[in-house]
């Protein structure tokens, strides 16, 4: 029962582009979301997050929209560097959840120079 | 960054054999957490800990067990390790609020 699902296991983009990440949930209890951005031979480092009560979260080139009636939410990245190139994985918790995450499967981006 | 550390980093194992991993923060958070990371998998977690002798099973516990006797040290033990325990295995910490911080990883290989 997957409930938190990255339906895209790789993405390819051009430097200076937008990049968009994808992340669907099934349960609806999940009030809290957050990214998380992967290197290989590292662990994942927190990117941004966003609670149930928003619909959109900015950090510089970052930015978390989050759909709550088609139970999705996506990371946009803009303009893509090189240096984004990672495994992304959303997550997701609930306020009883005793701040345990569900995370994704994760989405490979790659920016090419 | 948090300061969370995991050691070892790397381990060759067998079949069959007995294998403690450690974590080790000096954030002093409540909060302690082990995942595997496998791919087309994601991060699963394995058990958590909310506190001193204190902890809970997630949603791979299975041939793992954990202990913490001190709040800065969370161990990972898997009594008789299989094949399929072969994995990258992640801890993680948090606090006050639900934003966890990842270790560096231990890979670990069972033969």
């Known amino acids: 029962d997957q409930q938190v699902k990255q339906n895209s296991p790789s993405l390819s983009v051009q430097e200076g582009r937008i990049s968009i990440l994808n992340c669907d949930y099934t349960?609806?209890?999940?009030?809290?979301f957050l990214w998380y951005k992967k290197y290989p031979a590292e662990g994942p480092t927190f990117l941004i997050s966003i609670s149930s009560i928003k619909d959109k979260n900015e950090d510089g080139r970052f930015t978390v929209f989050l759909n709550k009636s088609a139970k999705h939410l996506s990371l946009h990245i803009v303009p893509s560097q090189p240096g984004d190139s990672a495994v992304y994985f959303c997550?997701?918790?609930?306020?009883?959840?005793?701040?345990?995450?569900?995370f994704g499967e994760g989405t490979q981006l790659t920016v090419n120079p | 960054d948090a300061g969370i550390t995991q050691s070892p980093r790397h381990k060759v194992t067998e079949t069959g054999t007995p294998v403690t991993l450690r974590c080790h923060q000096t954030?002093?958070?409540?909060?302690m957490y082990w995942y595997r990371q496998d791919p087309g998998h994601g991060l699963r977690l394995i058990h958590y800990s909310y506190g001193v002798k204190d902890t809970d099973k997630g949603e791979v516990s299975d041939g793992y067990s954990v202990s913490r006797s001190k709040t800065e040290d969370f161990l990972l033990t898997l009594e008789s390790a299989t094949s399929s325990q072969t994995s990258v295995y992640f801890c993680a910490i948090s606090g006050s609020s639900d934003t966890q911080y990842f270790g560096p990883g231990t890979r670990l290989t069972v033969l």
């Open positions: 997550a997701a918790s609930t306020e009883t959840s005793g701040s345990r995450l569900t």
């Open positions: 349960n609806s209890m999940f009030d809290y």
């Open positions: 954030e002093n958070h409540r909060y």
